[in-house]
Each structure stands twice: as structure tokens, then as C-alpha cells.
């Protein structure tokens, strides 16, 4: 399909999205006390947090309940990777119900910055950063009050996608480019400006620089609004999968000397290949760089719940693996050690330790 040849009106409309991206805020229930913490989860029945409210929240049984409980994963956009993370969590989960009774549901997003947010007022149980959010919150950088480490979870490595006639073979070639660095307090702009950064390159030296929400992506690079987007995910993704099947536009990777020197600063990234056609015509491996995704939880979450979410994946790894291709190649000696800056809440680490990887003193 080619964008360019799209009707007049229905080019107005899409210029329209990338002239103007229109914010959506839900409304915040008002939050209960936890010691300093607020704690009313969304999509969780009432009567479960407030009887953590009044119940010893640091003491995790291992063994099945009479009862049902609920949790809930804040992920991030359907077209991208977390959603599928957080459904894959769910369906390990499903796979030992009978042990715990714990019914578990994803939940959509506006990506991490967004699930930072929603922690601190206190409606996420669980929420999916990167790494370096873990990383950064753990040194009072990010405000994330009351998040603890439960583990990693995927490789994200950075790419761009790029329109064939844009002459972009690599970070080098950004200059004089329209790029969309994605929408203002985005983790994804945020790590935008610092990869830009590290090329020697700032805003102003693109021709265009557009903060318009990662959903328009597509949309913008094949109708020739911008020459370049890029993300930091799970591979393979359906953006860049779908800017080369409709379009044509070629994936390119963040390697450069900019990048490494980036690495010999940052200890959440390392470096990582894109394999070989992963992507429609990309026949060669797409060297970059990137981090681990991260599952936090919040500290009033039940510990019950947080050690059955952690040993559930580690146990039905296999189903974990098979339910997305970015997590086919996830290791879980990994998911305990690397990525992991915040320390962990005290339902992972009663976990970690079972299995022998934990030592003491423990992580609380």
C-alpha cells in the first residue's frame, strides 16, 4: 500500500494526527493510605487491596487458597511489545491456577512513562519499565516511590526504520532528517535525545523534529512525513515489521563510536544484534545496542501475589517463551541477575532465595 497516493481527504487526516496529537487522561480513583504510599489498583476488587490494607503484606504463603485473588500487569500500547510481555505472564500464570488461584489480566498503556506515573498514585500493582528506569529510579534520578524489582524480562534493542530514498545508513546521517523522537515526558524521547547526544547531535540539527505519539509512526515514514522513527523493543516489532512490508523502509541499526562510548557510561546497556532477516528484506544482522525490560512491582502489593507471578514465569518458561518471538530466546538465570537495580520486592525475593540464587542477607 502506498501512502502517498491515499485520497486528499484522507491525507488531511493523517496530517492532521501529526500536526496535532491529542492527549487522553483518565480520571485517578482516589487513593487509600499505605503507610506514605497510596494504594488503590485499577481492574482489582476492593475487597483484595483492603485486606492488604489490614493484613501482615510481608508474609507470602506458598500454598493454594480457598480463595481467588487478581492481578493486574500495566504493559503499554498494543502495537508494540509489553502487552504481549504482560499477556505472556498471564497465560504462564494460568498454567498452575489451581496452586495459586490467581487471575491475572494485562492491562494497556501509554508505555513506561506513563506506567511510572500510575505506580505513583498508586492504581498499578505491577508495571513493565526498562531498565534504565529501574536503574535510574533506584539512584533517586526517577521518582518511583514504592517500586521494587521482581525480574527481567526480554532483550530491547534500538533500531530505526527508514525511508528508502532518506539516505540514512546510520546515526551519522540523522542530521538535516525528519525524525519523530515521540511525545514530550516519553521514556522513548527520552532516550531519543540522549542516543542524539551521544552522536554529537541535538535537536536543532535536524531538519524536523516531531513529538507525536509512536502510534503515528507508520503512518508518518510512509507518507513521507518524516524520513526516520525509532524504538527500543522487543524484536521482532510490529512497527518496524509493518514500515517495511507497506513501504518499503529499510531497518538500521544505532551502532556507532557515539553509542560506544554511551555503553562505557550506562551499566543497564550492552551491545546486540538484530538477526538476520527478522525484518522483510534485511538480509544482513542490524548491529545496536539496549537494554532488559523490567517488571516491577508496587511494595503494598500482597507478597502472595508477587512470589506466584515470579515463580510461575521461571517455572512455565517454555509458555512464557512460546506466547511472543522476542521472548523465544529469554534466560532465567538472566531474569534474576541482570536488570535488576531496584531492590526486590519481598514476594520475588522469598522466591529467588527458595531456589538458591537469592543469598543472605536477603534483598527487602
Not at 35 to 62: C, F, H, N
Amino acid at each position: 500500500m502506498d501512502m502517498r497516493r491515499l485520497p486528499i481527504a484522507a491525507a488531511a487526516v493523517f496530517m492532521a494526527a501529526w500536526s496535532s496529537a491529542a492527549a487522553l487522561a483518565a480520571d485517578a480513583p482516589a487513593p487509600l493510605a499505605v503507610g506514605q504510599l497510596s494504594y488503590k489498583p485499577d481492574a482489582i476488587p476492593r475487597s483484595q487491596y483492603m485486606e492488604v490494607l489490614g493484613g501482615d503484606a510481608l508474609q507470602p504463603s506458598t500454598t493454594g487458597q480457598a480463595r481467588d485473588y487478581f492481578v493486574a500487569i500495566y504493559s503499554g500500547s498494543t502495537i508494540g511489545v509489553y502487552y504481549y510481555v504482560a499477556s505472556a505472564i498471564c497465560r504462564a500464570m494460568e498454567k498452575n491456577f489451581a496452586k495459586h488461584r490467581i487471575h491475572c489480566v494485562p492491562l494497556r498503556s501509554l508505555g513506561v512513562a506513563s506506567n511510572v506515573s500510575l505506580m505513583e498514585q498508586g492504581r498499578a500493582q505491577f508495571v513493565i519499565v526498562q531498565s534504565d528506569t529501574n536503574y535510574y529510579a533506584s539512584k533517586g534520578q526517577i521518582a518511583l516511590p514504592g517500586g521494587h524489582s521482581v525480574m527481567s524480562l526480554h532483550n530491547e534493542l534500538g533500531a530505526m526504520a527508514v525511508g528508502r530514498e532518506s539516505g540514512i545508513l546510520g546515526p551519522a546521517d540523522l542530521r538535516d532528517k525528519r525524525v519523530n523522537l515521540g511525545s514530550e515526558g516519553t521514556a522513548s524521547r527520552a532516550l531519543w535525545l540522549e542516543f542524539l547526544a551521544a552522536q554529537g547531535l541535538a535537536i536543532g540539527d535536524l531538519e524536523q523534529a516531531f513529538s507525536v505519539t509512536q502510534e503515528y509512526n507508520v503512518m508518518g515514514l510512509c507518507g513521507d512525513y518524516i524520513d526516520a522513527f525509532g524504538l527500543w523493543i522487543g524484536h521482532p516489532a510490529a512497527p518496524f515489521r509493518d514500515a517495511a512490508e507497506i513501504c518499503g523502509a529499510r531497518i538500521v541499526g544505532m551502532a556507532s563510536p557515539g553509542t560506544d562510548k554511551l555503553l562505557g557510561e550506562r551499566s543497564f546497556y550492552f551491545h546486540g544484534e538484530i538477526p538476520a532477516n527478522t525484518y522483510p528484506d534485511q538480509q544482513e544482522p542490524v548491529r545496536s545496542y539496549g537494554f532488559k525490560a523490567s517488571l516491577i512491582a508496587y511494595q503494598p502489593v500482597d507478597p502472595y501475589l508477587v512470589y506466584w507471578v515470579t515463580r510461575s514465569v521461571v517455572e512455565e518458561i517454555q509458555t512464557f517463551r512460546s506466547a511472543h518471538p522476542s521472548l523465544s530466546a529469554v534466560k532465567t538465570r538472566e531474569m534474576f541477575e541482570q536488570g535488576n537495580f531496584l531492590p526486590f520486592h519481598p514476594g520475588a525475593a522469598r522466591y529467588w532465595r527458595e531456589i538458591g540464587w537469592l543469598r543472605e542477607p536477603p534483598i527487602n
